[in-house]
């Protein structure tokens, strides 16, 4: 059976993901495409990567038809996203790909983005979307939010050892690098290759960053008491990938064991060989998600890093995981291309 | 049905090409690795971004059965690959990646390769590889040649102008960029990143460039006569892709509808509308081919350009293609992945 | 003595390659920076790697005072240099970098700028900044046009062959390869880091590129006849750099010496061996132009490469070494660091 | 005066960023490179960038003589460099850029480079060479040991801290990410464009990198006790440059005090202000090193990040301070060259 899929922002980098990902898909077809300020367009004009596939021209949203349309992918920008989705037909079901439904609590929305949720009953209903911890919720969910990408790796790293209580809550850090894609097709001077090329340094230091929302909301429930990582990301003159590197205080072996059971059955998230690490240039544009772990010299002190690709894993292979399970297709349709090296 | 496929030389960089193809084919199951400075090692070892998948361990050629295989791919060293060749069972079929039979006179291979060839009798019967040329020969070959991958976009972007007299056969200029990969993964001074970042410069100017050799075979054999075109590869900044900049004397309009009507029925090779042309990173890691047409400001000159990968269509995609129709395939299996942007 | 010089457009690339240069010139002192849409910032907090030095404040051209300055450098954009140089008092020189004052006619102007220009007659008093080349004229210059980045680079491969009459002038083709920084810290898409690096395609494709203004005005002076060159100018996956290679139909040992001699008492111009052929990663940051001249294969074909830095031979180290010129101090200094590399 | 130079292991990275510091020294003159396995080649045949110099011809050390050497800037490998500067004559001063004069304890040396050292003696005698914190001692010194570069940048944000008591010295990580160059020009899979390009991970990790032995010397030596520091390196797609992400507990705005009255003389470190963080793009190609200090969410965790570029100020930049002041000269002379951006 096939089901009709519609993406809404699909003149970003996080929809051309999706279409690339569904290009090959054995059970999708995509039967619209919105970009508000590209309506009109052809993909092919927006996306010349993309010319080989017979797909619909660009619409505004409000010339969108969700007639028969199963499933929407969301990929627009923050807040307009919650503003759109309140007006989606009932029988189309939603995996939103911006930063709107991850945090359920009203007021932490406010706190992080500076505003209150136009849409806080959808907020509740909304399934948080990390796959692999709430497979079960999101399989009959009408709306799931795609998480942070950076919020996805840190995650992938920690859950496992925060509920099984292996690892000091509180000293734990997360230094992250993350390639430039992550900030989307935005103008802005420091997204420039020449400003970016040759360099590297950090962002929203100190605690800023909104993707500490989802980490203080999701490793405070798993733990059942407040959890404060520190977080700093770091921008790679690279174009797709994250790797974190998390310091922990707890022992190696338990921590790589802790992730080797929790993740024994999942076809994306792989645990390493003890003492071996990850690199972004393994997981590039892949699903797949690599974790490595290593004892510090210092006993007591473990270092874990995990790699994943922020427009797939990270985003848009999320979302279609999200969106197999919700239809009832296989999880991993569409998801099993390799890596791309070099 | 399912084919069994072995890879020699899988340890470099069209190997695990290759194999990141093949991982989503429906019909070929790899059942040999070889790679001979790497035997006794895991692909996961050589390869960390194929470790998700089930492959088997590298061996040696010399232990390596060919019981039961039906498809060799050897991506071996140039003058190993037709040692190799020679010595495989008559019941294997053979793609090599190599430059070893891309030319079938024996005097032209010693002219370009400085030794006479090992196996002038396996060279004589050889396919030579550009799919969408030989497409009926290579359905019955028993050993295809796989084309150098400048040699496969200068191609591309001339062959139908030639056979069509569109264009002066005594004005042809190749001025094309390429990635590094298609230098192998080989320990270079050259090839590393603090010296290749950030630059870019010519290499085997004048004419000394072995692909020329396919060029003259291919381009004489069509047109009849002799032609000796100029080509001058430079070495980017970049991983992959090819970007053939093609000066000829010729109507652009004449020039764009023979290459369209050419490949109008082409599923990898695209003609761009009139007076667009591509770029590598559209289409980077996949089997297609962009072509553009340009006219000149000065009358009776016009500018082709051609864009392919040259890990792909340049080599390991072309690879496929060719085996796909071997084994009487459906000729794009495996290989319609979107490409990989940004 | 020190001279007074303020530097308009200060926010650009070349206005901070200005300030970089001059930095370590014992003859000049920075005293005004103007950038409109800055003005107010310091330096530092536009360009960071400026901060160690002591220099004035940005502000808008409005406010910024011309007593007692010597040499105005303009990094203005173009259109608007015209109109504010107009307004410049008498007592002050300027070197231009926009593209204002090149073309020295003005129907050229019009055609390849499309509209009129707003200061004809500064027009015509301008001298081409082509040091090498307008060395005299520049002395007493009171208004120097620096040339374009792209039409430097093929000048300088092309100008000592034109005047000699060592090469056919009707079948001349520059394929010309240019790094990022030379399109300027503009917000455009297709300057992103994620677009452009890992890519590399043409523009201005088929004769449409401005410097083409200069070739033309340039080479039929030269020439004493009409003369009309193909150029076309790639976009690589670098910062800065531009390698030229040149086409032409001659003799390689007469182009070569013919190119030697002409710059043999050049400190910035290098002919390289015979044979040998230059890479952008060797002159990067540095005022220096190598060029190298390859016979091939074909009888009567040459390929001629050249290579400087678009930020610094191409705009801000010629604008300081024309500055120097005029005011009668050592050509070369503050021009004398050598190339970066790695 | 002129003060006769000469550098051993002049074919690698180090000794050409030597050359290109020192060819705009007003007071020092390269009598003598040495480069083993390319004796007998020019410098512009190793390193085309230099070409403009009229340097000496390479060399092998035995063919070197040191007859009015006054300085000595060794760029050997490590172990080589020992034994071969064991061996040089009494009145020549030298500057070691090895890893061979670190450690002062020999104890330390074999623990960390596995074997005894060759010139016990001479590493007793060896002065520490980052240059603002031994100043004095340099200046009577005959022999310097250049510090490992990522050491260097670690020790610049933690040093002042450390003695002023004012962070934990149990708690302290260095997350640091170090572009290519510092690897050197060797031939190494890792190191190739095609590896390492769009890559980004970890190396060395748990503790095992030989910087440490630096930290755990310096550190332990200024808190007068055993101090252990958690130190992960990572690779970065770049060619220049080394940030340092520092975590520690102590108290941002007395942590910034700190550092800015421990830096507000020098000429090369500069503290920035509180809440700004530096680039390594800031710092590229230039002897500067860039300070920043921020708050964490969480009371009492400060993060420091450091910049500077290890071929620079990190390796030849900091041999040629530490050169000038052992010759008496300016200390600055040389090193004022502006970093290049973009």
């Not at 010339?63 to 989705?85: K, N, R, Y």
Request: proline residues 4%; contains cysteine; glycine residues 8%.
């Amino acid at each position: 059976m096939t089901y009709n899929v519609a993406i809404l922002g699909a003149s970003g980098y996080t929809g051309a993901e999706l279409v690339r990902l569904i290009s090959t898909h054995p059970d999708l077809k995509i039967v619209g495409l919105s970009g508000n300020s590209k309506a009109g367009m052809t993909m092919a004009e927006v996306f010349p990567h993309l010319r080989h596939l017979d797909l619909p021209r660009l619409t505004t949203i409000e010339d969108m038809s969700f007639d028969g349309v199963d499933m929407v992918f969301c990929g627009l920008p923050h807040a307009t996203s919650q503003e759109v989705i309140a007006k989606l037909p009932d029988h189309v079901r939603i995996v939103d790909m911006s930063a709107d439904f991850r945090l359920r609590d009203t007021a932490d929305y406010e706190k992080w983005y500076g505003k209150a949720h136009a849409a806080p009953d959808l907020q509740k209903t909304a399934v948080y979307g990390l796959t692999e911890f709430y497979r079960e919720q999101i399989k009959t969910a009408r709306l799931v939010a795609g998480t942070g990408c950076n919020a996805a790796t840190g995650q992938y790293a920690l859950r496992p050892l925060i509920s099984s209580s292996v690892i000091d809550l509180d000293h734990i850090i997360i230094d992250l690098k993350a390639a430039v894609s992550g900030a989307g097709r935005s103008l802005k001077e420091n997204l420039l290759h020449a400003e970016l090329s040759e360099g590297a340094h950090a962002y929203a230091v100190g605690g800023t960053h909104r993707h500490l929302g989802e980490f203080d909301q999701e490793f405070s429930a798993i733990a059942g008491r407040p959890v404060q990582v520190q977080f700093t990301p770091h921008l790679l003159p690279a174009n797709r990938g994250i790797l974190a590197t998390v310091y922990v205080h707890g022992d190696a072996d338990e921590v790589h064991s802790t992730l080797s059971q929790a993740y024994a059955n999942e076809t994306f998230i792989i645990t390493l060989p003890k003492g071996e690490h990850p690199s972004i240039k393994h997981i590039r544009a892949s699903n797949f998600c690599h974790i490595g772990v290593v004892a510090d010299r210092i006993p007591g002190r473990t270092i874990i890093i995990a790699a994943l690709d922020n427009l797939t894993k990270g985003s848009s292979g999320q979302a279609l995981q999200n969106a197999n399970l919700m239809l009832g297709l296989n999880e991993t349709s569409g998801l099993m291309v390799a890596p791309v090296f070099p």
